[in-house]
């Protein structure tokens, strides 16, 4: 329901996982910085990051990155869009 209604409104899958993952109920769950970046990286990519994403990502968000700015270039990445792209979304 939540897909169709924000694409049926000019959104896009990118959309759908940062509202998901920007959303009260998300962030009651108090993930640390490495479980957010695995839980994003399984969301958005369906598989777990490697250690040095996972490195980096954490490093950013330690370096005062906002988990928003970090779910962001996820979503904007080409792997993001390739995967949407051959799901046909």
């Given amino acids: 329901m ?3 209604l924000i694409l049926s409104r000019g959104g896009n899958l990118g959309m759908v996982v ?6 009260e ?3 009651a769950r108090n993930l640390t910085d490495s479980e957010f970046v695995a839980v994003l990286y399984n ?3 369906n598989r777990a990051p ?3 994403e996972a490195a980096l990502w954490t490093e950013a968000l330690s370096d005062g990155a906002s988990r928003i700015e970090v779910i962001s270039q996820i979503v904007n990445s080409s792997e993001f869009e390739n995967n949407c792209n051959r ?3």
């Fill in 2 to 4: 939540w897909v169709n």
């Fill in 18 to 23: 940062t509202g998901f993952m920007n959303s």
């Fill in 25 to 27: 109920e998300f962030n």
């Fill in 43 to 45: 969301a958005a990519f």
């Fill in 50 to 52: 490697s250690a040095g």
């Fill in 87 to 89: 799901l046909g979304l």
